[in-house]
């Protein structure tokens, strides 16, 4: 319960919420004022946990379920 709260739990949040509507438009502003962060801070904190910035962490978990996609679905490119 405690670490819900602290960094990981607000950078863990913003995580859920990049998986969940990925296919929806993302900025980085608007996941560091969700999860109570200034943009420079939330940043820091992203690529200190997931070792990626957050737009290149968004883009990677979207080229991620376009494969899925892809595979479930028998499509090439």
């Given at each position: 319960?405690?670490?819900?709260?602290?960094?990981f739990g607000k950078i863990g949040k913003a995580l859920?919420?990049?998986?969940?509507?990925?296919?929806?438009?993302?900025?980085?502003?608007?996941?560091?004022?969700?999860?109570?962060?200034?943009?420079?801070?939330?940043?820091?904190?992203?690529?200190?946990?997931?070792?990626?910035?957050?737009?290149?962490?968004?883009?990677?978990?979207?080229?991620?379920?376009?494969?899925?996609?892809?595979?479930?679905?028998?499509?090439?490119?």
């Amino acid at each position: 319960a405690l670490a819900m709260q602290g960094q990981f739990g607000k950078i863990g949040k913003a995580l859920r919420r990049i998986h969940a509507t990925y296919a929806h438009p993302l900025d980085v502003s608007q996941l560091a004022s969700d999860a109570g962060m200034s943009v420079p801070t939330f940043h820091s904190h992203f690529k200190a946990i997931t070792q990626t910035s957050p737009m290149q962490y968004v883009k990677s978990a979207r080229l991620h379920q376009a494969r899925l996609l892809m595979l479930r679905q028998g499509i090439t490119a």
